[in-house]
């Protein structure tokens, strides 16, 4: 399995540790819960980005004034 070159460096990085572990043993069903999982977490930053982003132009603009 090839590792991505954008994951981060450190041994104990949690993604880095998903990406490493061996898939091939589970089930369809297991495959799709990590799917399912995985998709979550996906939300989960991408809410927090859209947080970030918001937070970041209310300090800008009211910085700008």
């Known amino acids: ?9 450190r041994r104990d ?6 990406v490493k ?3 091939d043993a589970l089930s369809v069903a297991e495959l799709e819960a ?3 999982t ?8 991408e809410g927090k980005i859209a947080f970030a982003s ?3 132009s209310v300090a800008d603009a009211l910085f700008k004034k």
């Not at 399995?1 to 460096?9: A, S």
């Open 13 to 18: 990085d949690p993604l880095a540790n998903i």
């Open 1 to 9: 399995m090839d590792i991505d070159d954008n994951l981060p460096l």
């Open 54 to 56: 918001k937070h970041r």
């Open 38 to 45: 995985l998709r979550a977490e996906i939300a989960r930053c």
């Open 21 to 23: 572990q061996d898939i």
């Open 34 to 36: 990590r799917i399912a």
